[in-house]
């Protein structure tokens, strides 16, 4: 089921956003709101940097940075961060519905997202990551217009390698779009050649 409103807006302080000027709940500190926020809108910061799917990244909300206990393991804390977007024509596949590489898109960056979360609330800052592996199963379409909102969890992080989860919810419809898991990793250093 749909998390509400209220679930995800328990307990939280809000930050207002610089780029979208909505409230970005959670109890996240204001410092780790504030990175991740800047993380979505590098788009509006540095224009001249050519991103992928820019358009789309710029046009999430970042609603929800929260840190808590793991349900499972009280020991180990776990990182939550939450986008909504409208869907747009940049995101539509020919059947008129959000296609299945902008899904897969969502899962990468929002659960990357996540992760920095955690990382920089645990250790103060973050390192670059890259994708070894994403998992996406398609539950039901979302369409023009509709609003979605993405649920990121961080899984595990440590080592070389960290996990994020992700939901993917139409509100209109109160229904599950996909969900994903995805695995990154350190990148190998690079080798020199003599």
């Given at each position: 089921m749909a998390p509400s409103k209220s679930?995800?807006?328990?307990?939280?302080?809000?930050?207002?956003?610089?780029?979208?000027h909505s409230p970005i709940n959670g109890n996240a500190s204001n410092h780790v709101k504030k990175l991740l926020d800047d993380q979505v809108h590098i788009p509006s910061r540095k224009p001249e940097i050519p991103l992928f799917a820019s358009s789309i990244m710029d046009k999430m909300v970042l609603t929800e940075v929260s840190i808590s206990p793991n349900a499972e393991e009280p020991s180990r804390v776990e990182a939550k961060c939450v986008?909504?977007?409208?869907?747009?024509?940049?995101?539509?596949?020919?059947?008129?519905?959000?296609?299945?590489?902008?899904?897969?898109?969502?899962?990468?960056?929002?659960?990357?997202?996540a992760l920095v979360a955690l990382d920089v609330t645990q250790h103060g800052d973050y390192s670059l990551s890259v994708s070894q592996a994403i998992n996406v199963v398609f539950h039901s379409p979302a369409a023009l217009g509709e609003k979605i909102r993405i649920i990121n969890k961080s899984v595990t992080s440590?080592?070389?390698?960290?996990?994020?989860?992700?939901?993917?919810?139409?509100?209109?419809?109160?229904?599950?779009?996909?969900?994903?898991?995805?695995?990154?990793?350190?990148?190998?250093?690079?080798?020199?050649?003599?």
């Open positions: 679930e995800s807006d328990a307990g939280s302080t809000a930050l207002t956003s610089t780029y979208t986008m909504e977007i409208v869907v747009f024509e940049d995101m539509m596949n020919l059947a008129n519905t959000v296609h299945g590489g902008a899904i897969a898109y969502f899962i990468d960056f929002c659960s990357s997202l440590g080592g070389r390698s960290a996990t994020g989860r992700t939901e993917i919810w139409n509100l209109n419809h109160r229904r599950l779009v996909a969900s994903g898991v995805h695995i990154k990793m350190l990148p190998s250093k690079a080798k020199t050649k003599l």
